[in-house]
């Protein structure tokens, strides 16, 4: 088991910190969230509620157990933050994006602040992976250099200063340690030195990055990450033990700190199926790492306690889009958690994660809109042609989105997008796309729930 001292370290020497890699990005308020639905409505007209309920899809192979969620909501994080913990993980690393109001950057910041609140309430480590993708590159570089630090200067005053458990170095130094997915924008030394030395006058944070390619410019060495030559495909458990064990000789030849290795279970990735009508395949990835039937993460497991790893990324949580999801899902329930569970703990408990789960499902049934699943020749109009979901959800009433093709009843009436909720629950089993007796706990099940 993980928990388990190396055998070539020192007997006293501290366990690894075991972190779950965590995005912040899901949302279910817009009807085309990217995360949940990629481009799929313009090939099929449905709206990411409207295609969950009717397909039980989402824009990936996998589809979570509970269904689409918003990353900000506490009762959603509660539970992940739960079953993590049961599966004997020690805190969270997530993907941070910064906080200006690009694209869909404001709405990871918002699910990004919430997670950490909860994160650290419950007593559980966190730390951030910065993405410098996000600065903007039709800024001057000293505007760039100015996001960069206002980034920077928020991770400090509104995470540090307010959370406790933010990941540190276990070994002696007890500084901070944070990591960035790249770098990608700032390929410099330099840049990344001065902007930690300026913020934190003290206490300056260890600092690696993922880009085998781009070492030289973070402070102190990389992490290990599923990418080329791993990508694009394992069939083999040589595969990852050669690619794995690369890494590791890399990092104790560079004597990077902390070795923070990683422990994958599989990536199969919808980019492909997801992508925007018109994108030719050759600019779409179509990786698939196998899990090889848990022995690409136990050979992961086994390569980070010999390459005597500090700190174990388990990628990810809940990347939906490339595969790498380790939360439970319709199609394979709780068995990558359970996996996880039993190289750190040495036991597979799935009741207590199921128990945890129907919790969940029993406060949420009314959030679900169990409520607005009236008939539509039920449905009692609750607003105006044309309104919109945000005036609909204003007044409490449910909304509906149809594709233009349902638009009409059969009577030449148009059905209502904005209707009363039913005074009744209302739940109407999804057997016709989830085997509701073997997966009663499946959101789609609520008659079951």
């Not at 990608?184 to 001065?194: A, D, E, N, P």
């Not at 068995?335 to 128990?355: K, P, S």
Request: hydrophobic share 30%; aromatic share 12%; proline share 5%.
């Amino acid at each position: 088991m993980l928990s388990e001292v190396p055998s070539n370290s020192p007997s006293d020497a501290p366990r690894a910190s075991v972190m779950m890699h965590v995005m912040p990005w899901f949302s279910t308020e817009k009807d085309e969230d990217y995360h949940w639905a990629m481009y799929l409505a313009k090939k099929d007209d449905l709206y990411l509620m409207d295609r969950y309920k009717r397909n039980g899809t989402i824009a990936s192979y996998y589809t979570p157990l509970i269904g689409p969620y918003d990353s900000s909501d506490p009762v959603t994080i509660r539970l992940q933050l739960d079953l993590m913990k049961q599966a004997g993980v020690d805190g969270i690393i997530l993907n941070w994006y910064g906080i200006t109001d690009r694209l869909d950057y404001l709405t990871n910041k918002i699910g990004s602040d919430a997670i950490i609140k909860e994160v650290s309430a419950a007593g559980m480590s966190w730390t951030i992976c910065y993405e410098d993708s996000t600065i903007d590159k039709k800024k001057t570089a000293e505007a760039q250099n100015d996001q960069l630090r206002d980034d920077w200067l928020y991770i400090r005053d509104e995470y540090i200063k307010k959370f406790p458990g933010v990941l540190r170095d276990k070994n002696g130094s007890g500084r901070p340690i944070f990591y960035v997915f790249g770098p990608r924008q700032f390929k410099s030394l330099t840049v990344w030195t001065t902007m930690l030395s300026s913020i934190f006058l003290t206490d300056r944070p260890i600092l690696q990055g993922v880009n085998p390619a781009n070492k030289e410019f973070m402070p102190d060495g990389i992490f290990l990450w599923p990418g080329p030559p791993l990508l694009p495909n394992v069939t083999k458990r040589e595969q990852v033990t050669s690619y794995n064990n690369n890494f590791y000789e890399t990092a104790a030849t560079n004597a990077w700190f902390p070795v923070t290795g990683g422990v994958y279970t599989r990536f199969r990735d919808y980019y492909s199926e997801g992508k925007k009508p018109g994108r030719v395949d050759e600019d779409t990835w179509n990786n698939n790492v196998q899990d090889l039937g848990g022995e690409t993460l136990d050979e992961c497991m086994v390569n980070a306690k010999i390459g005597n790893a500090d700190v174990i990324q388990i990628i990810t949580w809940n990347d939906w889009q490339e595969g790498t999801s380790f939360e439970p899902s319709y199609e394979e329930g709780f068995t990558q958690l359970l996996r996880l569970q039993e190289n750190l703990l040495g036991r597979r408990d799935e009741g207590a994660m199921l128990d945890a789960v129907k919790r969940y499902n029993k406060d949420k049934a009314q959030d679900w809109g169990h409520y607005c699943d009236n008939d539509d020749k039920e449905a009692r109009d609750c607003g105006y042609p044309g309104s919109n979901k945000k005036e609909c959800d204003a007044k409490g009433c449910c909304w509906r989105q149809y594709e233009a093709k349902l638009l009409s009843n059969g009577d030449g009436n148009k059905l209502p997008m904005c209707f009363h909720r039913s005074e009744k629950f209302v739940c109407n089993c999804a057997n016709d796309i989830r085997d509701c007796e073997a997966k009663p706990q499946d959101r789609l099940c609520c008659c079951k729930h």
